[in-house]
Nanobody, 124 residues
């Protein structure tokens, strides 16, 4: 079994920053890519960023390029999402997800393991 737990969400003013963390536990011995997704009320879950095991392959949604940075610390089984220059439209529940393999992907269906999510609210 794989467990993922997000933390670091909260309320921030537009232009501010937050750093999300996602700690993995359980079956973490294999190499795997990790992703971040978000879901706003009334909208579908959408891709935000993904990172391979080594960090050598990274992908971002166009809407967050230049503002968000994904990273990981494999020794601590943790992946991070640094979010800068936040906008009200970034308000959503943010989820981390783990792939079964080690290549980045932007499709929800590519990720079998999900955390419970953390709320990010950006006020204008």
């Amino acid at each position: 079994q794989v467990q993922l737990a997000e933390s670091g969400g909260g309320l921030v003013q537009a232009g501010g920053s937050l750093r999300l963390s996602c700690a993995a536990s359980g079956r973490t011995s294999s190499r795997y890519a990790m992703g971040w997704f978000r879901q706003a009320p009334g909208k579908e879950r959408e891709f935000v960023a993904a990172i391979s095991w080594s960090g050598g392959s990274i992908s971002y949604a166009d809407s967050v390029k230049g503002r968000f940075t994904v990273s990981r610390d494999n020794a601590k089984n943790t992946v991070f999402l640094q979010m800068n220059s936040l906008k009200p439209e970034d308000t959503a529940v943010y989820y981390c997800a783990r792939k079964a393999g080690d290549y980045v992907a932007s499709y929800v269906a590519s990720y079998p393991y999900w955390g419970q999510g953390t709320q990010v609210t950006v006020s204008s």
